[in-house]
Each structure stands twice: as C-alpha cells, then as structure tokens.
C-alpha cells in the first residue's frame, strides 16, 4: 500500500522568498513519485517527476525536487517565490509508476508582496 | 494535443437525481483514470481502464457508481440516486501504456442540493 503525507495545509512565503513543500511517501515498492499544482477550479498540471536515475529532478517555472530514500521524502523546492506560484500542490506517489496515483492532502502556497 | 476534456464543468443537481459525465482523454491514451477529490482533500483514485477494459476499482465506486469506455475512446462517470455526500470534484485523467504521467482534465464540479 501506498501513502502520502504532505506536512503543513498552508504555507505562506514572501515574494522572493524561498519555497519548500514537503512530502514525505510510504511505498512497498520502489516508487514513482509526482509533483502537481492545482489552480482555483482548474484540473492538475504536472510539476515534475522521479522515476529512476538522478535524484535531483526539475520541473517546470523553476521548481525542482530531490528525491532521498533513506528519508522516504520528496520535497519540492524554489530558489525564489513568485505572486503567479500562489496555488495547491499535490505530491502524489505510484508503485512502479504504471499505475494509479495516491496523493497527499495538499500544501496551499500563499505569496505576498 | 488538444488535451483531456471533461463535460460538463459544472452540474447542480437535487438528491436523488442521476447525473453523467464525459471524459475525452488526448488522442491515442489507451489508459484513463477518473479520481474524485472532495474540498480540502488530494483526488482519490475511483477506477481506471486499458482501452475498453476497467482494470480497477477503488472500494470508493459504490454501487450507484458506474463508468464505461465502449470503445476506448471517451468514457462516461454516472452517478445514480445522488447524494450529497457524492458533491465533490471529479477528475479524469489520461495516459499512454508505455508512458507513466497521468494528465489532468479540468473537472467536472457536482453540487448536490
């Protein structure tokens, strides 16, 4: 069985600012694992992906994510927060990445000026 | 590409009543998923197909639940005797056999009343 834990439901940050969501996953097989945003009444866009090789994957709008096994963690992360970031981020996990996605509750990203 | 279309966007409809969605997944996906995500919560995996094929159902699918893909193109999600504990977001996805991201259509947002 499968499991994401994204810890914090809200974070807020200064444009600039650092980001970084976490996420942590449980998996009983070598995982894949997702990074989606979500924008108000919109469906889910795809951040970026680990599935194997190099632990350190960028996405999209400068967003990236390092894999660490030993931490069961994928947090994601931008050097620098942009107003246009403000949305809902959803890790989402997959055993052996051909199958269907478990995902965490969410991280509301807030940006202020 | 056009992408993974989802109609209606909206439905509001009153307890009881059945209600139907469509999914048109990008052209030449053999895989489709539909998820529901509720408000405050990540989507949940409801049931998925290979072509025509439902290979998965999540105990989530009551029996008031029902979804086909008749010839492994667009699927349908309909939903009998609604109650308004089914109100949530529903969510289709797409993708390729030999490919494992999923990508997202807009929703379909039902409101029982």
């Known amino acids: 069985a499968q499991s994401v834990t994204q810890l914090g439901s809200h974070v807020s940050v200064s444009e600039g600012a650092l980001v970084l969501l976490r996420c942590n996953y449980s998996?009983?097989?070598?995982?894949?694992l997702f990074w989606y945003v979500q924008y108000p009444n919109q469906g889910l866009q795809l951040l970026l992906k680990?599935?194997?090789?190099?632990?350190l994957v960028k996405g999209i709008n400068g967003f990236e994510a390092e894999f660490k096994k030993s931490e069961t963690s994928f947090h994601l992360t931008k050097p620098s927060a942009h107003m246009s970031d403000a949305a809902e981020y959803f890790c989402?996990?997959?055993?052996?990445?051909?199958?269907?996605?478990?995902f965490g509750k969410g991280t509301m990203l807030l940006v202020s000026p | 590409d056009t992408g993974v279309s989802q109609d209606p966007r909206h439905k509001i409809t009153k307890r009881g009543q059945n209600v139907t969605f469509r999914c048109d997944p990008i052209s030449e996906h053999n895989r489709l998923y539909w998820y529901r995500q509720t408000l405050g919560q990540g989507p949940e995996f409801l049931t998925y197909f290979q072509n025509e094929a439902q290979l998965e159902k999540s105990r989530l699918l009551s029996d008031r639940f029902s979804a086909e893909r008749p010839k492994g193109s667009f699927s349908t999600l309909e939903i009998q005797r609604t109650e308004q504990g089914d109100s949530a977001m529903y969510l289709c996805?797409?993708?390729?056999?030999?490919?494992?991201?999923?990508?997202f259509g807009p929703g379909t947002r039902l409101l029982v009343l």
């Open positions: 996805a797409s993708s390729s056999t030999s490919a494992e991201t999923q990508y």
């Open positions: 989402a996990v997959s055993p052996g990445g051909y199958s269907t996605l478990t």
């Open positions: 998996s009983s097989v070598p995982p894949y």
């Open positions: 680990y599935t194997t090789g190099a632990t």
